[in-house]
T-cell receptor
Framework: DGGITQSPKYLFRKEGQNVTLSCEQN?????MYWYRQDPGQGLRLIYY???????QKGDIAEGYSVSREKKESFPLTVTSAQKNPTAFYLC????????????FGSGTQLSVL | GIQVEQSPPDLILQEGANSTLRCNFS?????LQWFHQNPWGQLINLFY???GTKQNGRLSATTVATERYSLLYISSSQTTDSGVYFC??????????FGAGTTVTVRA
């Protein structure tokens, strides 16, 4: 089945630790995105990538890093510089061009121990 | 990115009722989408609708781009329609901006 796979579903971070969230898609989409969702709020864009080996900061990139070495993979690292990392993280992908609908993975809930 | 305002923030419906959700945006958009987030967090794309009207079963959406708003209609609501509905729009930059959502609760 085609889709977007995020792992793990739940993740716990200790103080000072970096953690990496995985996002893989087999939809052959060019663009991939990471969003953060806090309780009762909308989604905010962290990073996005339109092509392999290239990515751009979104609205809240501080304390996060990404890589795009393969078209199908877009991992997000939450660094120790992110002081309030507890949130629900959603990965998405889309084709580029007219009519680019956004499709989402099932999300990762990150909590701080 | 543009500012997106959704109303109402919360909606409680009796099963079988109809409802309308609204999305206003601060600038003209060339990409407007509606999503449904279920209680487990999964976001499903309902409509890509930068202008005009579309229907999908009991759901339909209308975007009036010149007046900078979009409406989502739910007819004959069912308990499975519960969740949070988001609209998202994009203007000239590449970023899709999301509204804060409308939380819909359908009671049996």
């Amino acid at each position: 089945d085609g889709g977007i796979t995020q792992s793990p579903k739940y993740l716990f971070r200790k103080e000072g630790q970096n953690v990496t969230l995985s996002c893989e898609q087999n939809l052959n989409h060019d663009a991939m995105y990471w969003y953060r969702q806090d309780p009762g709020q909308g989604l905010r864009l962290i990073y996005y990538s339109q092509i392999v080996n290239d990515f751009q900061k979104g609205d809240i990139a501080e304390g996060y890093s990404v890589s795009r070495e393969k078209k199908e993979s877009f991992p997000l690292t939450v660094t120790s510089a992110q002081k309030n990392p507890t949130a629900f993280y959603l990965c998405a992908s889309s084709i580029l061009g007219a009519g680019e609908k956004l499709f989402f993975g099932s999300g990762t809930q990150l909590s701080v121990l | 990115g543009i500012q997106v305002e959704q109303s109402p923030p919360d909606l409680i419906l009796q099963e079988g009722a109809n409802s309308t959700l609204r999305c206003n945006f601060s600038d003209s958009v060339n990409n407007l989408q509606w999503f449904h987030q279920n209680p487990w967090g999964q976001l499903i794309n309902l409509f890509y609708i930068p202008s005009g009207t579309k229907q999908n079963g009991r759901l339909s959406a209308t975007t009036v781009a010149t007046e900078r708003y979009s409406l989502l209609y739910i007819s004959s609501s069912q308990t499975t329609d519960s969740g949070v509905y988001f609209c998202a729009g994009r203007s000239n930059d590449y970023k899709l901006s999301f509204g804060a959502g409308t939380t819909v609760t359908v009671r049996a």
